[in-house]
């Protein structure tokens, strides 16, 4: 057994299974072998990574919304340079951040949060453009301030756009994020690059990429679920 | 925190966009306390500018505007627009907040705690003929007589002394809008507020109005009185037209048999007490008839009326 756990290549065509030898479709005694040393160390890598990503890009995107509602102005420029950023591939992108940044967490990052800017930024300004004309009168006639009208009708209001950006940048960074292993040795992408080099062993690409959907899955449905409590009254309809 | 009524004055209010031709223009006029005044007029006539100058979503660019003797430029514009209450066309529920909460929206402004919140939209839900259970709905699930009472509702929460009501049932079915205006008239005896009601329709601002305000193309009062005289004794032709040719039966629409000095019991058409002037000449001539028998709301009769006492 100790000689299987100090095995330092995957796979081990030497030591592993019949089916691990023969790279067949999917091995689960490797599955069964690696999930401590590979899956899940991966799994909670890529977790962190998504996370960073999202939560920096919100703050972000929030901040530039806020700018982009309030001022007319800003909002094309805004709106073009997160375009812009979207449009860069993924692969060049975090090439070109190489030689800045090196190879690092943070080139990933700035790779990941530009990705989420673009639905970030959009979502959450016709959020709060979406809020109905006759509902912010209401509220200044009724002598809210503009910080009052701000928090408690047209953020509230904004919530279920803002959620559905929430929702389409975690999926698209989860799965972007696996790109990331070009550049750094972490998250789900790293175990499938290893895969790819070694004759293709397709039992690790499928566990990884696997991992991956289900990650997005979960994180979807759990911001799903948070808007459903956040919002009751969204959902209703007469 | 507010109450009661306040006199409301106009004075000389102007309103000129940019260097063009004025939207209001030197509106002199005074509402007493208690009392509704409708501004009515044509489209391009200024009345909702002239309503939003009073809570100050419109600034004034000259004249002055005062609410018992204050003037609203010397008032700080959020504890202005809390002492007044605003209805619109639209509503404006907020879609995020149950009706208990909507209603609560002032009062919690001004700090109101919940139980005091609770307690009032009861009160209100039920003062404007809602169901207190409503209390825990939210807007959508209402429809839009619904929720223009919960809109009603809203602006009389925090009790001002003053209701600035921009077409209220403009958006709502004719029959449905008649029971409104009949509620709203019931409940206003009840509350005494001073109020400015806008609206296109001149038989709701008869019928709505102590007085009325005519208002003409370019924002300048045509006419300021009562329905009775708007209608008997208009000021020119603008206003002869605007009330429309049928203004003396509009006129008979004011009085009802009840006010009438009656003639001994006699026999013809039967009418009740509180058929109005112009519905029992109507009468009279779908019948082909000259007498008119007064009954009271039981049937039992209480004298009667000839023709040629109704059109006198």
């Known amino acids: 057994m100790s000689v299987l756990a100090a095995a330092p290549v995957i796979p081990n065509f030497g030591q592993g299974s019949a089916c691990e030898r023969s790279t067949g479709w999917f091995c689960t005694d490797w599955l069964d072998a690696h999930w401590g040393d590979t899956l899940q160390p991966a799994l909670i890598q890529h977790v962190e990574l998504s996370l960073i990503a999202i939560g920096c890009g919100f703050a972000i995107s929030f901040a530039l919304a806020l700018l982009g509602y309030r001022y007319r102005l800003l909002d094309v420029p805004l709106g073009v340079l997160s375009d812009f950023l979207y449009t860069i591939p993924s692969l060049a992108l975090f090439q070109l951040l190489v030689p800045i940044t090196g190879l690092t967490v943070t080139t990933v990052e700035i790779a990941l949060v530009s990705y989420t800017l673009l639905i970030l930024y959009r979502n959450i300004v016709e959020g709060l453009r979406g809020v109905p004309p006759d509902v912010l009168e209401a509220a200044r006639g009724m002598g809210f301030t503009r910080t009052q009208t701000f928090v408690r009708v047209e953020l509230p209001l904004a919530v279920p756009t803002i959620v559905a950006g929430l929702r389409i940048a975690t999926v698209s960074t989860i799965s972007i994020a696996t790109v990331a292993a070009l550049v750094l040795p972490k998250g789900l992408g790293h175990p499938i690059f290893i895969a790819l080099q070694q004759n293709i062993f397709k039992t690790e690409i499928l566990a990884a990429g696997g991992l991956a959907v289900a990650l997005s899955l979960f994180a979807d449905a759990l911001l799903a679920f948070t808007q459903h409590l956040l919002t009751p009254w969204s959902r209703l309809r007469a | ?312």
């Open chain 2, 1 to 312: 925190m507010p109450g009661q009524a306040a006199e409301l004055v106009f004075d000389a209010a102007t309103k000129v966009y940019g260097d063009g031709a004025p939207a209001v223009d030197q509106l002199s006029l005074t509402v007493a306390a208690g009392e509704i005044c409708v501004l009515v007029g044509p489209s391009g006539g200024g009345k909702t500018t002239a309503l939003k100058l009073v809570n100050r979503l419109i600034e004034l660019t000259s004249g002055d505007i005062r609410i018992e003797g204050r003037s609203i430029k010397d008032l700080d514009v959020t504890e202005l627009r809390r002492g007044i209450g605003y209805v619109i066309q639209q509503v404006g529920l907020f879609p995020h907040l149950t009706i208990e909460a909507n209603i609560g929206t002032v009062p919690r402004l001004f700090g109101r705690d919940r139980g005091w919140i609770r307690r009032r939209s009861q009160e209100l839900l039920e003062l404007v003929g809602l169901d207190p259970s409503y209390a825990g709905r939210y807007p959508s699930q209402l429809s839009g007589g619904e929720r223009q009472r919960v809109g009603l509702a809203r602006a009389l929460a925090a009790d001002p002394p003053l209701m600035l009501m921009d077409e209220p049932f403009g958006a709502i079915d004719p029959i449905v809008r008649a029971r409104l205006q009949d509620e709203f008239l019931r409940l206003q005896r009840e509350v005494r507020k001073t109020v400015v009601f806008v609206t296109h329709d001149i038989d709701e601002a008869i019928k709505v109005g102590d007085r009325i305000a005519i208002l003409r193309r370019g924002g300048r009062l045509a006419q300021y009185d009562t329905p009775e005289t708007i209608l008997k004794q208009p000021a020119d032709e603008f206003v002869a037209d605007f009330v429309g040719a049928d203004r003396a039966l509009k006129a008979m629409a004011l009085h009802t048999l009840a006010e009438l000095e009656l003639r001994p019991a006699a026999n013809g058409v039967r009418a009740r007490r509180t058929t109005t002037l112009r519905d029992a000449l109507s009468l009279l001539i779908a019948e082909q008839a000259e007498v008119l028998t007064v009954t009271d709301d039981d049937g039992r009769v209480l004298g009667s009326v000839a023709k040629d006492d109704l059109l006198r």
